[in-house]
């Protein structure tokens, strides 16, 4: 079985700061994981993904994450936050024998002041 | 369509009652899953189809919830004798075969009173 657990469930920084959301994970099997964003009434929209190779994912809005296994945690950075980097993130882990049943952390909601 | 369709937008309901929630995949996206996203929670999977058959539903809560996918595009997930724990966001995705992503419609917001 898969789980995720979301360290802080909300994060604010400065505009131009650096966001950092910590997502650790359990896994029986090497597991495939997922950033998703979600904008207020809007769908899920992946950022980023790891499966296999490169432990270093660059996603879209200047986001990336490192899969680092021997700490169990694949952790969320982007270098200058943005205003409309303000949204809820969410964490998912997956077995890789299905993609997308994926199993979700409770997610950070990130609000960016000016 | 451009994306996954999921209506209606919000549903409000009685207790006891019967509601249907349908899901429009992206066009020719033969895997389409179900998720449901309680207040201040990650999405929790219900059930996973590949075409028209539902390939794992071990997310269903009980056997008030049922899904089909009679064509292998459009699916409904139907709830009988709701109840108020049933309120959430109920959340549909899309992929292809092989695909790189899934994508998520916007959701059906159930209220059950």
């Known amino acids: 079985a898969q789980s995720v657990t979301q360290l802080g469930s909300h994060v604010s920084v400065s505009e131009g700061a650096l966001v950092l959301l910590r997502c650790n994970y359990s896994?029986?099997?090497?597991?495939?994981l997922f950033w998703y964003v979600q904008y207020p009434n809007q769908g899920l929209q992946l950022l980023l993904k790891?499966?296999?190779?490169?432990?270093l994912v660059k996603g879209i809005n200047g986001f990336e994450a490192e899969f680092k296994k021997s700490e169990t945690s694949f952790h969320l950075t982007k270098p200058s936050a943005h205003m409309s980097d303000a949204a809820e993130y969410f964490c998912?882990?997956?077995?890789?024998?299905?993609?997308?049943?994926?199993?979700f952390g409770a997610g950070t909601t990130v609000t960016v002041r000016a | 369509g451009a994306g996954v369709s999921q209506t209606p937008s919000n549903k409000v309901t009685e207790k006891g009652k019967y509601v249907e929630l349908r899901c429009d995949p992206i066009?020719?996206?033969?895997?389409l899953y179900w998720y449901r996203q309680s207040l201040g929670q990650g999405p929790e999977f219900l059930i996973y189809?590949?075409?028209?058959?539902?390939?794992?539903d071990s997310g269903l809560p009980n056997d008030r919830f049922f899904a089909v996918r009679p064509e292998g595009s459009v699916s409904t997930l139907k709830i009988q004798r709701t109840e108020r724990g049933d309120s959430a966001v109920y959340l549909c995705?899309?992929?292809?075969?092989?695909?790189?992503?899934?994508?998520f419609g916007q959701g059906t917001r159930l209220t059950v009173v």
């Open positions: 995705a899309s992929s292809s075969q092989g695909g790189t992503e899934a994508f």
């Open positions: 896994s029986s099997v090497p597991p495939y």
């Open positions: 790891y499966t296999t190779g490169a432990t």
């Open positions: 998912a882990v997956s077995d890789g024998s299905n993609d997308y049943k994926l199993s």
């Open positions: 066009s020719g996206h033969t895997a």
């Open positions: 189809f590949q075409g028209t058959g539902a390939a794992d």
